[in-house]
């Protein structure tokens, strides 16, 4: 039954990618009435929070925005840095949240900046530990479940990103609200576009968790 939940998720998780990208381009076209680009409105929102050494830059790629917390960089994607809209106010917004999580000491933004390093290990070879253990499984057991702690390491790295996410939305809105940034039509719109953006958190943690435990009922069938 995994293997089809883990489908059914896949499935879910086409859909929820493509809601992102069709709001996030009809947002696109709203223009927000302050007339600040996406790069002023995260200038803007760091310096409100008295946050002077965070960089705000531009990278190559569509929906790749998101906050460096080792080099203190908000990174905005090309059409997000340079654009006066809804959906570029709303992105920008949100990273900035994360660097204003940053400020403050957000515990479970500490804690994933923490597993970032033991994560990007364990995404890179628990799948392979988890194929050779399943081969060598009579015989030398230990070596798949340390796979599987190494891919749970995953999914709760997974879980950990939810609350990080959700917060830092939070305080996009509030502050997009407070500074009179967006009106009331153009914050609404903003939430949704943030709300479909944090949906694919949660699909990735319900995927990680899927793919867990069928992995676990592959090494107690064997």
Known sequence: MSWILIIVIGVVGMLVQWKLK????????VLS?????????????????GIYD????????????????????????EEVYRMNSVAAAAVAAHECGHAVQHKVGYAPLKLRSALVPAVNISSKLSMIVIIIGLFIINIFPALFWVGIAMFAMVFLFSLITLP??????????????????????ELSQAKEALRWAAS?????????LASLLYYISLGNRR
């Open 54 to 77: 965070v960089n705000v830059t531009s990278i190559q790629g569509q929906l790749t925005d998101h906050y460096n917390p080792a080099k203190k960089t908000v990174n905005l994607s």
């Open 164 to 185: 990080v996410e959700f917060n830092a939305s939070r305080r996009a809105l509030a502050w997009l609200q407070s500074s009179n940034s967006l009106g009331e039509a």
């Open 22 to 29: 069709s709001v996030f381009a009809k947002y696109s076209k």
């Open 200 to 208: 694919t958190y949660v699909v990735a943690a319900l995927s990680s």
């Open 33 to 49: 009435p302050g007339g600040l680009t996406g790069a002023q409105i995260a200038q803007k929102m760091l310096n409100d929070n």
